[in-house]
């Protein structure tokens, strides 16, 4: 266990150095220059000239990557170009808005996706089935943003059930959470009808209904560990999944996330920020498949870590 | 083997029996759904089954015998199948008319169960005393502490080893054989008035086997439940029953005391079924015939010399080697034209990764040769091509190892086409000659496999065999999935071809009967190594090493005269093949006991 965990750990520094330095490339060949970008369109040559030496700009590839990296180990992110303050220090304000939004999300997709699922696998080939399916492929197949608006239109401006955006209290995070969290319980739905299914087939489902337990006891302490196996393994694709949402979902709702901030960074080229982001939700992604892996063997007896 | 055993109990007369009738079928009809419309799997079945008395209900697959247990059970997979006609009656209660409330009180503590694969038929995310406590607490207001007392009790009254400590294992910590007695411990753990055992020992290995039939014939005499064994092993039914039900296509065709029905079988089908059953040491006395021995065409086809395969377990930070499973461990042996090698052990003995790293899917070390040509270790498709043209594999399971999208025409010529050796109507016409060859029609190349029975899947894998006209074929397990006449006729059509072709097999096989029917020398392996080798008459005739004797010893017997009073088998699980890296396993050495009679010595 332990000289996993280490060789894990490891692993996963390689997979960080990996990302940052493929985004460093892409950021470096990226058309837009980001002297010109805070210098602004009426600046002289000389006054870019200037920006650009004054950030190592016009240094050779090679050099702003060690120069970067060198302060990456020091737990240096960086400084904007364009707020002027340590990008550390902005998203260290901004994370917590964006770690509740995802842990909303992903009770909102678990709670809607597995009960769907389980709902369908036992009602199968059922009318019940077929209209659960159709909404998980609706779930699936919708774009975030088109979710959000419709959901702000019908329970924020029609019904005034809930704020328009903005964030503080519960009832700001009901609706972001549950744009965020519907496509992933589109394919949670499906995921744990399949699984359910296949488990309910299998022969030790037959041994404990011989036994003479319950259907629940069945169903809840025999079926629905094991169809949670493959779930749990999925929870920190997820997280790679939710990065993408948050871009667009805090835009919508207004909500004070590390998704915004990207968002605003990549209009200005503001490359201080989006490596910053970029490698925050990179190792966000890491910890999560990391964390899935080490909980794994306590729901499967079967896997062991090594 | 050699003394008789003591007159064991079996009653020869219905008057011997105890009159108490515990479970009353009468007229049952079973119907499934199918896309052809309804279809009776279980039609009018009668039977009583007394206190204390085993039932063995026997037949071939698709006889309807697993299905008339889900019957009893009320384990139907409903809608798809359903009781339509006949009752069930358990102490004054029609079964068939019970809601499902009622009848779930009566599973586990009134009738209880047990199915033929151990390996799946435990729950692998709870611990084995989890799972033998809740079968206890479904039927009986206990706490927890008392029900855990009770599941303890149940584990040690089926004699597992180490009870305490299992109680906290999960299945895959357990062996088949363990697993199987969990089963029966969680099935009995209520004192059920009946067991249902549904080819409890068909998934396990000979002395397990003998070992599981032995516990729940002791487990009987403590108890007196009364069992209904549902088999299709006429071996375990003389072994076990007090009456057998024969049954065909949903039918009773024959009901009678297991004696009289062995002795003299009034039904045709009972009759045939009883023929086509291999015993052991049916062939004691009669020297085997090799149609192309003594000619100079009688050469080595395969000669194998100190073959190891070892396959490396990692761990550690680094995840370096750090221990090995020996599961080969330098195995000499020659194969000769039209001889019929057999290679006999239990699971785990190494036997089918021999037949493996024959084919190159497996890294070895060693040497082995075909006609004469060194097999190269290292791949290449070359090099691969040119021996496999001389060495082919048939498989266990006829309905895996065909692709269910190709026209089995395909498949049997996709040899041909891979060695570029026919093309276009000569392709066609050499297709159609294997299929006629293996006893099916030219006309049936165009289906797909799903379209054909187990043994005719299993006769296209030899025409696909056959196809390059190989020297050597290494036969796995190949007719083990087969129901035993159909295995009959497997069996005769590969003896046709060797004597015709003058063909080598290698016939790896857990079952010894078939193997002494087959084989023209035998080799007998245990953990890796062959501890007794040597002709069919040597080995089963007089066979030298311990273990041998006892994979014989545990073999059913199919004649209910001969019934053993006990099974002579030690307990215990064979040994872990997995050695820490830098320990050798120690090689046994033979000792030649006469005319090439090999045994292992210590």
């Known amino acids: 266990m332990g000289s996993y965990v280490l060789r894990r750990a490891l692993q996963s520094l390689l997979i960080l150095l990996g990302i940052s330095f493929f985004t460093f490339v892409l950021l470096y060949l990226i058309p837009a220059d980001p002297a010109r970008q805070i210098a602004g369109r009426s600046a002289t040559t000389q006054t870019v000239e200037n920006i650009r030496e004054q ?46 939004l995802m842990v909303g999300a992903i009770v909102c997709e678990l709670l809607i996706g597995l009960t769907m699922g389980l709902v369908a696998a036992l009602r199968r080939n059922t009318p019940t089935d077929t209209s659960l399916m ?42 972001p959470s549950l744009t965020l969290g519907f496509l992933g319980a589109g394919w949670y739905s499906r995921m744990m009808r399949s699984s359910m299914i296949d488990v309910l087939r299998q022969d030790f489902i037959r041994t404990a209904r011989a036994k003479g337990l319950k259907r629940w006891q069945v169903l809840f302490g025999h079926a629905l560990p094991n169809a949670l ?27 004070p996330g590390i998704g915004q901030l990207a968002w605003q960074a990549i209009q200005r080229v503001d490359i201080p920020i989006i490596m910053g982001v970029t490698l925050v939700s990179a190792f966000a992604i890491v910890l999560g498949n990391f964390l899935a892996d080490l909980v794994a063997p306590l729901i499967d007896p079967r896997i062991k870590l090594r | 083997m050699s003394t008789l055993p003591p007159e064991p109990a079996v009653p020869s007369s219905l008057s011997e029996r105890s009159s108490r009738v515990v479970l009353g079928v009468s007229g049952l009809q079973t119907a499934v759904a199918t896309p052809q419309g309804r279809k009776i799997v279980v039609d009018g079945l009668s039977f009583d089954l007394h206190e204390g008395e085993t039932i063995c209900v026997a037949g071939e697959s698709g006889s309807g015998k697993s299905m008339t247990a889900l019957s009893i059970m009320g384990l139907l997979p409903e809608p798809m199948a359903k009781v339509v006609g006949g009752s069930i009656h358990l102490e004054g209660r029609d079964l068939t008319t019970l809601p499902e409330a009622e009848m779930r009180t009566i599973r586990g503590s009134e009738i209880a169960m047990i199915f033929q694969e151990p390996m799946t038929s435990l729950n692998p995310v709870l611990t084995i005393g989890r799972q033998v406590r809740e079968a206890v607490l479904a039927h009986e207001p206990l706490s927890r502490r008392e029900a855990d007392a009770r599941a303890l009790e149940a584990l040690k009254a089926v004699r597992l080893s180490e009870p305490e400590r299992r109680m ?12 199987q007695r969990v089963m029966i411990a969680m099935a009995l753990a209520c004192h059920p008035k009946v067991l249902i055992a549904d080819e409890p020992t068909t998934a396990l290995d000979v002395t397990i086997q003998a070992q599981i039939l032995q516990l729940m014939r002791d487990l009987q005499k403590e108890t007196g439940t009364a069992i209904i064994l549902i088999t299709h092993d006429m071996g375990v039914v003389a072994e076990m029953a007090d009456r057998v039900i024969v049954m065909q296509h949903g039918k009773i065709v024959e009901d009678n005391l297991v004696r009289p029905l062995f002795a003299a079988p009034e039904a045709a089908y009972t009759e045939e079924l009883l023929a086509a059953v291999p015993k052991l040491g049916a062939l004691a006395g009669v020297d085997p015939v090799n149609a192309h021995a003594g000619t100079a065409a009688a050469a080595k086809v395969l000669e194998v010399d100190d073959l190891t395969v070892r396959f490396d377990l990692r761990g550690g930070v680094l995840n370096r080697v750090v221990s090995r499973v020996h599961a080969v461990e330098g195995i ?5 034209r039209g001889e019929t090698l057999g290679l006999v052990g239990e699971s785990g003995c190494g036997k089918s990764t021999i037949g493996k790293a024959l084919m190159n899917l497996v890294p070895w070390e060693g040497s082995i040769r075909v006609c004469g040509e060194h097999v190269l270790r290292a791949r290449t498709a070359a090099g691969d091509r040119a021996y496999r043209r001389n060495l082919q594999m048939v498989f266990q399971d006829p309905y ?36 006629r060859r293996v006893g099916l029609t030219p006309d049936q190349m165009k289906r797909h496999p799903h379209e054909f029975s187990g043994g005719q899947r299993q006769r296209i894998c030899i025409a696909r065999a056959l196809a390059l006209s190989p020297k050597a074929i290494i036969a796995d397990e190949s007719v083990s999935a087969l129901d035993v006449s159909v295995q009959a006729q497997v069996l005769d059509l590969l003896k046709e071809l060797q004597d015709e072709l003058g063909l080598a097999y290698l016939f790896i096989s857990h079952d010894m009967t078939v193997v002494e029917q087959v084989s023209h020398r035998v080799a007998v392996m245990y953990l890796g190594q062959i501890v007794e080798i040597g002709t069919r008459r040597q080995i089963f005739e007089n066979p030298q090493h311990p273990y041998t004797r006892r994979l014989m010893s545990a073999v059913p017997i199919p004649d209910p005269a001969r019934r053993r009073a006990v099974f002579d088998v030690p307990q215990g699980e064979i040994p872990s093949p997995v ?20 045994v292992a010595v210590a």
């Open chain 1, 229 to 255: 196996l493959p779930i749990i393994a999925m929870i920190g694709i997820d997280i790679g999944l939710f990065m993408s949402g948050i871009v667009v979902v805090e835009s919508v709702f207004g909500w």
């Open chain 1, 55 to 100: 950030l190592g700009l016009n240094l050779p590839f090679y050099e702003q990557y060690f120069r970067y990296l060198s302060g990456l180990v020091q737990g240096d992110l960086g400084r904007s170009y364009l707020q002027k303050t340590e990008v550390g220090e902005l998203i260290a304000s901004r994370l917590p808005a964006t770690l509740l």
């Open chain 2, 168 to 179: 906290t294992q999960y299945p895959h910590e357990l062996s088949g054989g363990m697993r």
């Open chain 2, 400 to 435: 895996a190892s065909l692709d269910p999208r190709m026209t089995v025409g395909d498949l049997v010529g996709e040899p041909l086409v891979i060695h570029g050796l026919a093309s276009g109507q000569e392709l066609q016409d050499r297709v159609a000659g294997l299929f």
């Open chain 2, 579 to 598: 050695v820490p890296i830098g320990e050798s396993v120690s090689r046994v050495r033979y000792q030649d006991v006469g005319a090439g009679h090999l």
């Open chain 2, 332 to 336: 000499s042996f020659d194969l000769h």
């Open chain 1, 134 to 175: 159709v909404l998980s492929f609706v779930g699936v197949s919708s774009p975030q943003f088109v979710i959000g608006i419709l959901l702000l239109y019908v329970f924020a401006v029609k019904l005034g059930w809930f704020p328009i955006g903005g964030y503080g209290t519960f009832m700001h995070m009901v609706l």
